[in-house]
């Protein structure tokens, strides 16, 4: 192996056992030269293309829980503990190393003990060390001293689980694997892959959310499916707010079951869906979610109050249906052209000025503005004011709004300038001479689009006494230096600081989780709720009994309202189904209490990329 190879392995092993030529008196130990590197006019390969020194193990971070140095024999070895190596200087948390030569045979049996009892017990490094050196001891051949007690460990006395190691190693050969095939396949015809944290993002969540609203549009068939989903969504912050004993279940309409992109939407926000009695053929009921981190049930139902108005006119429900496709950028030129039209209509825009140009020149957009009453007119867009185009434009703005953030949320009821020519959701700041009415003129708004100077990130806090390191999205490791600088009253502090957040993430995490249970335990039964009422009580034996029709003394007569009863397969899959919303809901809890202590340690770290 390549000393650029071995360098590499070495910054991200967890376990480092080195087999080599070395020399302690130099502080070197050797590796396969470069076949590609350019050798010296004498024709040998230049020693530092293949001696890996002091000073380059130093320089790595390790994250290194013990390195096994079995090499450099010499008689250096009364300095060593006396002398720090370059291993526990670049991070590692112990060193083990044999002091002088010892037989290979010795060599062999003392390794598989002492490799044997870390994988078997996932124990302290200094007793499966003695453990090993028992065993070799044990063995009449290798009873004298000098076969057993020359293995010295410098550093700390670290766990080591090679069962974790290994499962953790092959986790990510698997997900690299996975990822290596998925990439070359169009479609993971095998299994859904799991979402990241950055399809748990907000702007992804909009995404869905503009996608799922436009197909709404699109497939309005009923029209009850809006209005039933504005109350259901009501009623879910109605018993948010109040926090009662009532059940958080509804019963929703066939209309909405069968509509496809209302259950998905539904699914979008934290509704779950289950059987709504004991008889299989009423209607189900929806269960409300436990809570809404994303505050989506808010703009959802402000987009749907839009749509609810928007959906009587089926040209118009195309055309915003397919600008609710379109990116952030898209949706942020269209408000501020119709902010600009409703809260001041006594400017006139120019066909040519370039934020109206962008508007007006996209084939999508230009649909919308022509089915909300625009018009161009010479030089100008014209909006034909009726009260009918009005109450449209309205609808679409708040529609639009509701995916676009703190945008939306100030330009919906007054025009902001500045806001105006922003495509992302922050505040740029503005020159404090330039005019409300220059400002609304959208001529002007190319001036804000053009990019801000990014300012440099800050630098990343440090804690060298944890040392944090990211080793993939969702995996961190910390390593503490041996003989490492007493810490200083300000990380004492700032490690207080870092407490006091864990703390208050786990309190909000259990929490969450007991909230979850209670919600569960009210709405997981609601046919047994429903049932309680007959169970137990004496049945009457009625004279007569009304039957339907068509029957025969020869066979069976079934009576009017008769339920069948639940079979136990059907049984069993509800009690599954009941498990499973639980499961998921709680998985929810702990991916999101996952992440906030991520972001706890994320400042410390000193890998992250920049992006």
């Known amino acids: 192996m390549t000393k650029e190879a071995v360098l590499a392995k070495l910054s991200a092993s967890t376990i480092i056992h080195i087999a080599s030529y070395g020399c302690w008196d130099d502080g070197v130990f050797v590796c396969s030269p470069n076949p590609s590197t350019n050798h010296g006019e004498d024709g040998a390969t ?5 001696l890996i020194t002091s000073n380059d193990v130093s320089q790595l971070k390790l994250i290194a829980d013990l390195v096994v140095l079995n090499f450099g024999y010499g008689n250096k070895h009364r300095e060593l503990q006396r002398r720090t190596p ?16 010892i037989c290979e045979a010795a060599q062999d049996k003392f390794w598989y003990h002492f490799y044997d009892s870390l994988h078997a017990d996932g124990i302290h490094v200094t007793e499966a060390l003695r453990k090993a050196k028992l065993s070799v001891r044990e063995d009449k051949r290798f009873r004298h001293p000098r076969y057993w007690a020359g293995y010295c460990l410098l550093g700390n006395d670290p ?141 959802t139902i402000q987009a749907l109050q839009g749509i609810a108005t928007v959906s009587y006119q089926a040209d118009c429900s195309y055309a915003l249906s397919k600008v609710l496709l379109e990116s952030s950028a898209v949706h942020s030129d269209v408000i501020d052209l119709l902010a600009i039209t409703k809260h001041m209509p006594e400017i006139q825009l120019k066909s040519a000025d370039h934020g109206v140009a962008a508007v007006w020149g996209g084939n999508v957009n230009r649909e919308l503005l022509l089915k909300l009453g625009f018009a161009e007119v010479g030089t100008l867009l014209m909006f034909e004011g009726n009260s009918h185009n009005k ?31 922003v495509a992302n959701r922050r505040v740029l700041s503005k020159s404090p001479s330039q005019s409300p009415v220059k400002s609304a003129r959208l001529k002007h708004s190319s001036a804000l689009r053009s990019p801000a100077v990014q300012q440099p990130p800050p630098p990343p806090k440090r804690l060298p ?61 609601p046919q047994a709720l429903q049932a309680l009422n007959s169970l137990g009580q004496p049945t009457v034996k009625r004279t007569k009994v009304k039957v339907h029709p068509g029957g025969s003394p020869s066979s069976q007569r079934v009576p009017l309202g008769y339920k069948p009863p639940l079979t136990l397969e059907a049984i069993e899959q509800r009690r599954d189904y009941a498990h499973y919303v639980l499961q998921e809901r709680h998985r929810d809890v702990a991916r999101r209490q996952e992440k906030a202590v991520r972001n706890v340690f994320l400042p410390y770290v000193n890998n992250r990329k920049v992006p």
């Not at 230049?46 to 293949?50: E, K, L």
């Not at 879910?236 to 069968?258: F, G, N």
């Not at 390593?479 to 490690?495: D, F, G, H, L, R």
């Open 46 to 50: 230049p020693q530092n293309r293949y």
């Open 159 to 299: 766990k080591v689980d090679l069962k974790q190691i290994k499962t953790a190693v092959l986790d990510k050969h698997l997900t690299q694997m996975e990822q290596t095939v998925l990439k070359n396949l169009p479609k993971d015809v095998l299994n859904e892959p799991p979402k990241s944290d950055q399809e748990h993002s907000h702007d992804a969540l909009i995404r869905q959310l503009c996608l799922h609203l436009s197909d709404l549009l699109l497939d309005h068939r009923d029209d009850d499916v809006i209005p039933g989903l504005v109350s259901l969504m009501n009623g879910y912050r109605e018993l948010a707010r109040s926090r009662d004993s009532k059940p958080p279940v509804q019963k929703i309409s066939t209309s909405i079951t069968s509509s496809t992109p209302a259950v998905k939407l539904l699914s979008l926000v934290g509704f779950h869906f289950q059987a709504g009695g004991i008889d299989p053929t009423e209607p189900p009921v929806a269960l409300y979610p436990q809570w809404d981190p994303d505050r989506l049930m808010d703009l």
């Open 86 to 101: 370059a291993f526990l200087v670049a991070g590692a948390k112990s060193v083990l190393l044999p002091q002088w030569a």
């Open 465 to 525: 006494s944890l040392n944090p390191v990211l080793i993939s999205d969702s995996k961190m490791a910390f390593s503490t230096s041996w003989q490492i600088i007493p810490e200083n009253e300000a990380e004492v502090k700032e490690k207080m600081e870092v407490s006091r957040s864990l703390t208050t993430v786990r309190t909000d995490g259990q929490v969450n989780a007991r909230v979850t249970n209670e919600w569960h335990a009210l709405c997981s039964y």
């Open 391 to 421: 109450k449209l434009l309205s609808a679409v703005l708040q529609v639009l709004c509701a995916v676009c953030g703190d945008k939306g949320v100030s330009m919906l009821e007054r025009l902001d300038p500045q806001f105006l020519g």
